[in-house]
């Protein structure tokens, strides 16, 4: 075989193959994503469906969005130090943790919290109806299931999000602050000072535009994952799938949105 061929057997051809999957992919969600939008206004909302997806989307990862939103306040504090003691500005640790987590970190960790969580509990949920056929059974009584499925937790993830960033948010900067007091003894009200006086209006902003549309990315990706599976083995699949492509959605959109704000602001 010439080189020419190997080269296009084993490089090519895989490579076209991998494109037109994702092209597929590509258009086969934003027919779902359309689907969704059109739901979401061609009817009047059942608010006791939002508020219960809220619940078990939100409020229940709130335990594990403020352990890890915690400690990488900390984290960032005493990282920060290190470098910051060489030039005796240690009092700046409140401005850097503050917009670290505001701008970015917050927004883009809480999220891949709650696409690893809640995200996958969609997925799952919604697969193990699939394959049980209960989807089939709404679509028997002439209920929609992207209607009855899909829009209230679109609706609760971009509820809940912005709520759960700002909290997770509090909770970092009240971490850097517990070491900003204990090594380096700056007081409560000096170091918060520093904090607002660093945080502008764009910063918040950018921060809750952000935590909107990755939460939205999370109900895309969850729910069009679960429609998937057409047995058992396929749902753990979907799971990872989900997860997995969630995660690299969030990554590139918010590379996207940081740029965007970088060159608008």
């Known amino acids: 075989m010439s080189a020419s061929l190997k080269l296009k057997a084993f490089i090519v ?18 027919f779902f994503i359309g689907d969704i939008f059109w739901w979401l206004f061609a009817k009047k909302r059942d608010i006791k469906a939002v508020k219960r997806e809220i619940i078990l989307i939100g ?43 505001v701008r970015e970190l917050g927004p883009v960790l809480g999220s891949l919290i709650v696409a690893a969580r809640s995200g996958a509990a969609i997925t799952a949920g919604i697969g193990s109806m699939k ?7 709404l679509e028997a009584f002439a209920v929609e299931p992207i209607d009855y ?22 909770l970092g900067i009240f971490g850097g ?3 900003g007091n204990s090594k380096f003894g700056i007081p409560f009200h000096f170091y918060f000072k520093l904090t607002f006086d660093a945080l ?24 069009y994952e679960g429609f998937k599976p057409f047995s058992s083995t396929d749902v753990s699949k979907s799971v990872t799938h989900s997860v997995v492509r969630s995660f690299i959605l969030i990554i590139v959109c918010d590379c996207i949105l940081t740029a965007l704000f970088y060159f608008m602001f």
């Open 59 to 101: 409020l229940n990862s709130l335990p594990l969005v403020s352990l890890i939103s915690f400690f990488v306040g900390i984290i960032i504090a005493f990282q920060t130090a290190y470098q910051l003691k060489q030039f005796s500005s240690e009092i700046y640790i409140a401005s850097l943790v503050a917009l670290s987590l």
């Open 200 to 223: 502008k209006m764009k910063d918040l902003a950018s921060g809750l535009i952000k935590s909107v549309c990755f939460g939205a990315i999370i109900a895309f990706v969850s729910s």
């Open 13 to 30: 051809v895989p490579f076209l193959s991998k494109l037109q999957t994702l092209f597929q992919y590509i258009g086969s969600i934003s």
């Open 131 to 137: 394959i049980s056929e209960q989807v089939d059974a």
């Open 149 to 170: 499925l899909v829009v209230p937790k679109f609706l609760a993830l971009i509820i809940a999000m912005p709520v759960l960033i700002i909290y997770a948010d509090c």
């Open 177 to 179: 602050y517990l070491v």
